[in-house]
């Protein structure tokens, strides 16, 4: 009867145990655990944020200039495209060239994330550039025409009804200048291996998407 009390009293003490909840050990235990996979789980996502900015950044300007040219092609008047990197974030701005005219949408301004802009590395100075525009000097390149007028580094393109991007050669957004050419290029900063590129060809308004890959003898841009 004895033994029966005591092990009726030794039962009901483990259980007052368990009732009283975790030990400080085991709480500290778990936060620790805790605090570690967050840490882990952070640390990995950063690079995929960053990859995913980047392709926010390309995907972004590539709409932009295509929504310049099907409007311009829609509407059967003349959008400029303004690239701009002198502030963080750079921004790029569409705008109708006929401000009055009826159906016009509003200027549209877009900005690149904060840890990417339009940057051309020094190091992509020696890679044939995309469509053979310019040499890599310039992060934003546009103006190459057919007939020399114009040479390069020029930051606005002027999309035609006919689907042509053009120069302002003769009155911006007249659409009476030259076919205008160029490239643009995207990137991390001191992340050459980020460097992206977009460009455009005048007489037709098409566009090409570049990525950057390793070669043998340097680096080349690779069609997406």
Known sequence: MVMKRKSLRHNGERRSQREAGFSLLEVITVLAISIVLSVVSIVSLVPIMAQYRLGNAYNTTLAAMRLARDNAVAQRTSYSVTF???????TITVTPTLASFQGAQNTSVYQLPTDVSFYAASAIASTPPPDGYGTGANAIDFGYTANGVGTGGAATVYFCPDGSAQDAENGAGNCAGSADGGVIYISRSNDLLSSRAISLWGTTGRMRGW????????YQWVRQ
């Open 84 to 90: 701009s990197n002198g502030a963080t974030p750079n």
């Open 211 to 218: 990525r950057l890959y390793p070669a043998a003898s340097g």
